[in-house]
């Protein structure tokens, strides 16, 4: 009665889709032990690699676990250890991939009762206590995989998107912590109608892409008008490195979720370790210390 498991770190925003996009990435997440427990309700037994709360109220992975467990009547609990390989606070889904872990985890042990629009929703309480903001376009892709589009809060609804097959992100991590709850408030809560247009214009296109093979498409669309340019200087150097990546070959390049990770896209893992090159040499020559991935889209 216990389950092993890896939960990944994802992409959320996608540039053009504020709190909506969303993707996995395949090289990087967190791994998870669940079990079920004569001792009822959620405890965690163990955290490996980053200092967060025990304390299952106050941990996100814990959250998301009680939000499922109140929906049970079960004379056990669960017990979950937490093997953390993403950094909170840097910008691919640290706390989403623990509370989507979490919920998916037990959903297993107890034989699935729950669908993965009703997992989402677990786990976006974890995102609540950890931003201050139920978003849930970290979660649904760690939870469905691949590329997915909340297309409606209320109700909720999440949609898995299609993937062609030669999809690679390289995601950089410059050393620095940056909080979601921070990275949020700095933004404005209205947008311009010209802003708007612009944006689900590349929405419609990015998913148009995404169904077509259409990798020029796919690169077109990453534009962001919105957030980008209110969150840029909190990444160091963002827009130097964007410009070199571009150059470089990528079909787009965008922040992270809320930052301060950024990501590209590319056709191919050739052109995917070019791109991961140029960001390398980009931070070097500044002396940035990062972390630096590729990942399959899947
Ligand atoms: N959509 C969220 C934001 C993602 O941009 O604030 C946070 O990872």
Known sequence: DQIKLFSPATVANLACGFDVLGMALDSVGDEMIIKKSKNKGISISKIVGQDLPIEATKNVAGVAALELYK?????????????????????IGS????????????????????????LVAFAMEGERLASGNAHADNVAPALFGGFTLVRSYKPLE?????CPEELYAVVIHPQIELKTADSRKILKPTISLRDGVTHWGNVGGLVAGLYTNNYKLIGDCLKDVIAEPQ???????????????????????????????????????????????????????IGVDFDIHISKVN
């Open 158 to 162: 999440v949609i898995k998107l299609a």
């Open 71 to 91: 929906e049970l009547e079960v004379d056990y609990g669960f017990e979950i250890q937490i093997f953390k390989n993403i950094k909170p606070g840097s910008g």
């Open 231 to 285: 969150r840029a200087d909190l990444i160091p150097h963002y827009y130097e490195l964007k410009h070199q990546v571009i150059k470089s070959g990528a079909l787009g390049v965008g922040i992270s979720g809320s930052g301060p990770s950024i990501f590209a896209l590319t056709k191919g893992k050739k052109i995917a370790k070019g791109v991961a090159k140029t960001m390398q040499t980009v931070y070097q020559n």
């Open 95 to 118: 706390s989403a991939a623990s509370a989507a872990g979490a919920v998916w985890g037990m959903n297993e042990l107890l034989g699935k009762p729950f669908s993965p629009n009703e």
